[in-house]
């Protein structure tokens, strides 16, 4: 049984609702096929982080192209939709030209990889394969990344950072 504490606070929002739902599949997808890589004895994690952190920076890219500045005030306008701060219960603790620090409350796709009855160091893993999305787009945009503590981990909320070089 998980010892992971995930419980979502904004349940009453249907668009919400159907987001995370939507993440949900998503999670539910990368971790069967990460699944089913390692049962056939595939570098698994190897091959999902490339394909995560290529999705990252191909996103990134975008972000870059609809951000007016590379400050991150201007990223985090782009980056962080009203509807992605909902999904994830997110509170902006830092926003700087410099800085943006977020911490996250819920996560869907925890939620999903629980659901599938996944241990929790699996999910600890997958958490930080997908978090691999957010490191491509820092790479993208020029910015560091920092992942402190996350939920996958068991912690109350995930922390991440990004810093302008």
Request: with cysteine.
């Amino acid at each position: 049984m998980s010892k992971i504490e995930n419980k979502a606070k904004l349940t009453t929002n249907e668009k919400t609702n159907a987001l995370r739902g939507a993440i949900q599949h998503r999670a539910t997808w990368m971790a069967l096929m990460f699944l089913e890589m390692e049962k056939a004895g595939y570098d698994a994690e190897k091959v999902t982080r490339a394909a995560v952190k290529q999705t990252g920076l191909m996103h990134g890219g975008i972000l870059k192209d609809i951000s007016a500045s590379d400050n991150l005030p201007d990223f985090k306008d782009a980056f962080l939709t009203e509807d992605g701060i909902n999904n994830f219960e997110m509170d902006i603790k830092t926003l700087l030209d410099n800085e943006l620090y977020v911490e996250f409350n819920y996560c869907a796709l925890v939620e999903a990889w629980k659901k599938l009855g996944i241990e929790d160091e699996k999910i600890a893993l997958l958490c930080d394969i997908a978090m691999d999305g957010d490191r491509g787009i820092a790479e993208s945009m020029g910015y560091d990344f920092e992942l402190g503590n996350t939920i996958a981990q068991g912690c109350k909320t995930c922390n991440i950072r990004f810093l302008k070089k």
